[in-house]
Antibody, heavy 123, light 107 residues
Framework: EAQLLESGGGLVQPGGSLRLSCTAS????????MSWVRQAPGKGLELVSG????????SYAESVKGRFTISRDNFKNTQYLQMNSLRAEDTAVYYC????????????????WGQGTVVTVSS | DIQTTQSPSSVSAFVGDRVTITCRTS??????LNWYQKKPGKAPSLLIS???SLQSGAPSRFSGSGSGTDFTLTIRSLQPEDCATYYC?????????FGQGTRVEIK
């Protein structure tokens, strides 16, 4: 069974840093694009960042450009989200998701999701 | 970035009613449009991909249509378990943006 498991969330002060991890199992991780999606309290879903299967094509929401970095280790079946200069508005549940995407285009939706990890930015 | 706009923001209907949600994109995206169901405390669940392809396990009362810039999600006969927020997402170009969501409630 394909699964994703996020970790690394927690409470951090404004201006601080946090690294989220997402470990995959049950499917060939290196064949799939991966993304991070968040939902702030009372808000909708926001695509934070996406990464191609090989890790060479990355995209970011305008709200996190220059502060967040997505990466992946296909040998460890794990993707990461390095979050720097955190702000109160980054407080959210962060989900890891799998997509069948190549060349920047997706040929199916995000069909596998993790359970989410909570990030709280507060002093 | 491609803008993705949903309407209405919320809808209230009776059990058994037909419910329609629309999604419009700021440029043509072919059929690269997905629909998700999101319930509180749970991860989003993919309902429909590529505008009209129903995901395995999703109830057949859900259907999607459209191409280009205008898309529709239809719930043929609303059930109590369909109370959720529904999101469209374009998969045509990065970043793969979501619509702002449509909350579906039972009257």
């Amino acid at each position: 069974e394909a699964q994703l498991l996020e970790s690394g969330g927690g409470l951090v002060q404004p201006g601080g840093s946090l690294r989220l991890s997402c470990t995959a199992s049950g499917f060939p991780f290196s064949r799939y694009a991966m993304s991070w999606v968040r939902q702030a309290p009372g808000k909708g879903l926001e695509l934070v960042s996406g990464n191609s299967a090989s890790g060479d094509r990355r995209s970011y929401a305008e709200s996190v450009k220059g502060r967040f970095t997505i990466s992946r280790d296909n040998f460890k079946n794990t993707q990461y989200l390095q979050m720097n200069s955190l702000r109160a508005e980054d407080t959210a549940v962060y989900y890891c998701a799998r997509g069948d995407c190549s060349g920047g285009r997706c040929y199916s939706g995000f069909d596998i999701w993790g359970q989410g990890t909570v990030v709280t930015v507060s002093s | 970035d491609i803008q993705t706009t949903q309407s209405p923001s919320s809808v209230s209907a009776f059990v058994g009613d037909r419910v329609t949600i629309t999604c419009r994109t700021s440029q043509s995206i072919g059929s690269h449009l997905n629909w998700y169901q999101k319930k509180p405390g749970k991860a989003p669940s993919l309902l429909i991909s590529m505008a009209s392809s129903l995901q395995s396990g999703a109830p057949s009362r859900f259907s999607g249509s459209g191409s280009g810039t205008d898309f529709t999600l239809t719930i043929r006969s609303l059930q109590p378990e369909d109370c959720a927020t529904y999101y469209c997402q374009q998969g045509y170009d990065t970043p793969w943006t979501f619509g702002q969501g449509t909350r579906v409630e039972i009257k």
